[in-house]
């Protein structure tokens, strides 16, 4: 089945705190992941994708097939970072599987 | 990428009767999704709309309370019929780009109250 598992629905670290938000997968082709975030009052967006490889806003992720993964990172989180972030597979076809999403707050 | 307009944006409505939410994307698309989103928390995929075709609904949503115009490849439509006060959320239009650098975009939402 394929299926997207975001285990926390909220965490709350110090602005300066390490953070990581847990995402797995189940899918059984190779997998093109996402993390979607959506700031107060705005709408969804691409945060990052696995392919780019890319560090967005200070946040990465790294794709482990091993673990079937794609924990979304941050070294020192910032209060701009309090959001709703989403992981999400895209399985082809135009079609794309969101987590549930985990709601970070960030305090000062 | 993918602008897309949704309205409206918010409404009240009174429980029992209809309300009709508008998706306009800027571009051709093959399929629109239609999400529900509960504040702060989860998306949940309402249904798949493809031009020319009944839309795709998932477990636990119906065309006779939902149901999806796709009169062409840049508009679609979602009606929440017969409301009560349970379909109170908010209601997302979204398309997905496809090929090598795909990725979702979505409309701003509609916040429906029903009361």
């Known amino acids: 089945a394929q299926r997207v598992t975001q285990p926390e629905k909220l965490l709350s670290v110090f602005k300066g705190a390490p953070v990581e938000l847990k995402c797995n997968y189940s899918y059984s082709g190779s997998p093109e992941l996402f993390w979607y975030v959506q700031y107060s009052r705005q709408r969804l967006q691409l945060l990052l994708r696995h392919i780019s490889r890319e560090s967005i806003k200070g946040f990465t992720a790294d794709l482990n097939k091993g673990e079937t993964s794609f924990h979304l990172k941050k070294p020192f989180a910032q209060e701009e970072d309090s959001a709703m972030y989403y992981c999400?597979?895209?399985?082809?076809?135009?079609?794309?599987?969101f987590g549930a999403g985990t709601r970070l707050f960030v305090k000062a | 990428s993918a602008v897309i307009s949704q309205k409206p944006s918010r409404d009240i409505c009174q429980r029992g009767t209809s309300l009709t939410i508008q998706c306009q994307v800027d571009?051709?698309?093959?399929?629109m999704f239609w999400y529900r989103q509960q504040p702060g928390q989860s998306l949940t995929l309402i249904a798949t709309?493809?031009?020319?075709?009944?839309?795709?609904?998932e477990s636990g949503f119906v065309i006779d309370k939902f149901p999806i115009s796709r009169p062409n490849l840049t508009f679609s439509t979602l009606t929440v019929s017969n409301m009560s006060p349970e379909d109170s959320s908010i209601y997302l239009c979204s398309v997905e780009t496809g090929g090598a650098n795909t990725e979702a975009f979505f409309g701003q939402g509609t916040r429906l109250t029903v009361v």
């Open positions: 999400a597979l895209y399985t082809g076809g135009f079609k794309t599987i």
């Open positions: 571009s051709q698309v093959t399929m």
């Open positions: 709309a493809n031009q020319g075709s009944e839309a795709t609904y």
